[in-house]
């Protein structure tokens, strides 16, 4: 008991703190920065699923979010070095229960957690990292059990709201900005409760599946074109070579042959090597 007071007491210091320096960058201002804007990725798919009410499952051993929290960030300073941090805000003051087909609120919400932090496993990075492609949160893990491992510990049948937090990181550390999407709200359960989301949710599954599938099969048909035009090209080469009556020139001729072999096998041996795996 004693324990746990001394770390809510401790998680609060830190928070008011983030808040106070958070205050002081926007008074501040630093113009490297002005210009930040952060990008919800996908921001169409979480709107479906914000219309039939987000659900996120939470497992003792951690499940991962679906859909994934992705962001594109810009404005930051190129050379100066960044941590990105995630936590769940509570997104309002209820709990909540599923009956009849709808979400409705049922009493006063339990004690919130301990803050877990869940520090991106890329940080701390240059801007110019952060920036050049989509930020995606795909490995954090959501329990409700507390068990360490870097999982994020949530309520079940509580809303939540995904926080991102950017912090610039050495000599001074200073929070840059925080950032939440109403889009990605969800309420936290141990199994999907409305089948609009289960339903919804197995369509994008199968839509990514497909979309991997059709960039695996687009990658089969270049191996075969390559096997094919190493037919070819090794077939005009070899002909070449036994047509070619000038020893001397012969000589060198089989040089840049043989270099040229040896590029045409590395692509022939990538070709068999991919069939292979394809069909295991």
Known sequence: LCSSRINRCCISRLL??????LQAGREKGDPTEKQLKVTLEEAELWRKFKE??????????????????????????????YSFLLDFQPADSHRWKYVN??????????????GCVYIHPDSPNF?????KAPVSFSKVKLTNKLNGGGQIMLNSLHKYEPQL???????????????????????????????EVTGLTHTQ???????????????????ERLSHYWYLISTVIESAVNSYELS?????????????????????????????QQQA
């Open 52 to 81: 039939v009410t987000n659900e996120m499952i939470v497992t003792k051993s951690g499940r991962r979010m679906f859909p994934v929290l992705k962001v594109s960030v810009s404005g930051l300073d190129p050379n100066a070095m």
């Open 127 to 131: 801007g110019a990292h952060w920036m």
């Open 16 to 21: 008011s703190v983030v808040e106070s320096e």
């Open 248 to 276: 001397k020139k012969r000589n060198v001729l089989s040089l840049s042959t043989a270099f040229i072999f040896s590029k045409l096998n590395m692509c022939k041996y990538v070709y068999e090597h991919n069939k292979i």
């Open 205 to 223: 599954t199968d839509a990514h599946k497909q979309a991997h599938s059709h960039t695996c099969t687009h990658k089969h048909c270049l191996l």
């Open 165 to 195: 937090h950017i912090v610039r990181v050495g000599g001074s550390h200073r929070m840059v900005t925080n950032v939440s999407f109403s889009d990605t709200q969800f309420i936290a359960v141990t199994a999907y409760q409305n089948e």
């Open 101 to 114: 087909g709808e979400w409705v609120t049922a009493g006063k919400p339990e004690p919130a957690g301990n």
